[in-house]
């Protein structure tokens, strides 16, 4: 029983460290993002540095790695509702833990572009992964 739920919860691992991750990076200042968002003359470069775009892959790559981890812990099919609430959940709490901080403050649009990350690539591996027979699976 011991062995089955570590092999279980092992699949969550990288989903744990890109959440500490991203903590960290959370409670850095955020002076340097916007010195380093100001260097770039592309506008793919600007596009992709933008605070926006960087909410949205973040908690996007979350939310996959937390799919992962239950599609690898049961082999069934992935619980996307609550895939959903804990990478929101998580991105909420993260913004609450920067409006705490001194250096820090709470964004809405941060929030909201978690959210939609989340959601998008919620989307993307019900539709890529799903069509592949006796991979991941939407609940019905």
């Not at 973040?58 to 812990?73: A, H, M, N, Q, S």
């Not at 991105?91 to 909201?112: A, C, H, N, T």
Request: proline share 6%.
């Amino acid at each position: 029983m011991r062995s089955n739920y570590l092999v279980r919860w092992r699949g969550f691992i990288p989903a744990y460290c890109f959440s500490l991750l991203i903590w960290v990076m959370a409670s850095l200042p955020g002076d340097d993002l916007e010195r380093v968002q100001r260097l770039p003359e592309s506008p793919l470069l600007k596009i992709i540095l933008s605070d926006p775009f960087m909410h949205f892959v973040v908690f996007g790559l979350l939310t996959l790695f937390i799919c992962r981890g239950y599609y690898r812990g049961s082999g069934r099919s992935i619980p996307l509702a609550i895939v959903a609430v804990l990478a929101i959940g998580f991105g909420f709490l993260i913004e609450v833990y920067q409006g705490i901080l001194p250096w820090r403050s709470f964004g809405l649009d941060d929030l909201f572009w978690n959210t939609v990350g989340v959601l998008f690539f919620l989307a993307v591996a019900q539709f890529v992964v799903g069509k592949k027979p006796g991979k991941w699976q939407p609940v019905r």
